[in-house]
């Protein structure tokens, strides 16, 4: 069965403050894993990864995946309270033709 | 450009009825897909429209629901006879191609928030 877990599921943190937020995953013919911030309503889409150890950087946010050790992080550094929010983790390419999410990271930064 | 469009944005039944919730694409995009998100819950996938092919429905949880799409564009997701455990937040997304291979981002509209009392 296709498994999308992230890490920390929750995290509070000061205005400023850096944040590394986990996702690792089991998936069969995976193809790529991608990242949204979700507040309170739509998810709106982050950054999508297909190769290994290759950044994708946009502003204070960045990630990386690892496809030996089946993980990927999402950094975001000088944190702001308008990065509070809920971040999913999601993959392509297991048994069904959609996302499988995992729960997601409920990120709250404190002024 | 509009995004992602869904309506209602909520919606209040009484347990054993029937609903219907609308999706509509960005334009130009030919993959739609249904999710439903439980409190607490991460998004489940429920089913996928490529173009003409036949929908992947594969994550469709009972055969209360269906949906359907004419061609590339409004699709609607119907439930038969609701139940309390079919109280979420519905989410359609839409991308320029779909499928297990495809890298093309999924864009989500708002949901519809479905409470059956």
């Known amino acids: 069965e296709d498994k999308v877990v992230q890490s920390p599921l929750s995290l509070v943190v000061h205005e400023g403050d850096t944040v590394t937020l986990n996702c690792s995953y089991e998936?069969?013919?995976?193809?790529?894993l991608l990242w949204y911030k979700q507040e309170k309503k739509a998810p709106t889409f982050l950054f999508m990864l297909?190769?290994?150890?290759i950044e994708k950087k946009s502003g204070r946010l960045s990630s990386i995946l690892d496809k030996k050790e089946l993980f990927s992080i999402l950094n975001i550094t000088a944190t702001q309270t308008g990065d509070s929010a809920v971040y999913l983790c999601?993959?392509?390419?297991?048994?069904?033709?959609?996302?499988?999410f995992g729960k997601g990271t409920h990120l709250i930064i404190q002024p | 450009g509009a995004g992602v469009s869904q309506s209602p944005s909520n919606k209040v039944t009484e347990k054993g009825k029937d609903v219907e919730l609308r999706c509509d694409p960005i334009?130009?995009?030919?993959?739609l897909y249904w999710y439903r998100q439980r409190l607490g819950q991460g998004l489940e996938f429920l089913i996928y429209?490529?173009?003409?092919?036949?929908?992947?429905k594969s994550g469709l949880p009972s055969d209360r629901f269906s949906a359907e799409r004419t061609g590339e564009s409004v699709s609607t997701l119907t439930i038969q006879r609701t139940q309390q455990e079919d109280s979420a937040v519905y989410l359609c997304?839409?991308?320029?191609?779909?499928?297990?291979?495809?890298?093309?981002?999924?864009?989500f509209g708002d949901g519809t928030r479905l409470s059956i009392l």
């Open positions: 997304a839409s991308s320029l191609s779909g499928g297990r291979g495809a890298g093309q981002p999924q864009h």
């Open positions: 998936v069969t013919n995976f193809r790529s």
């Open positions: 297909t190769s290994s150890g």
């Open positions: 999601a993959v392509t390419g297991g048994g069904a033709d959609g996302l499988t």
């Open positions: 334009s130009g995009h030919t993959a």
């Open positions: 429209f490529q173009g003409n092919s036949a929908p992947d």
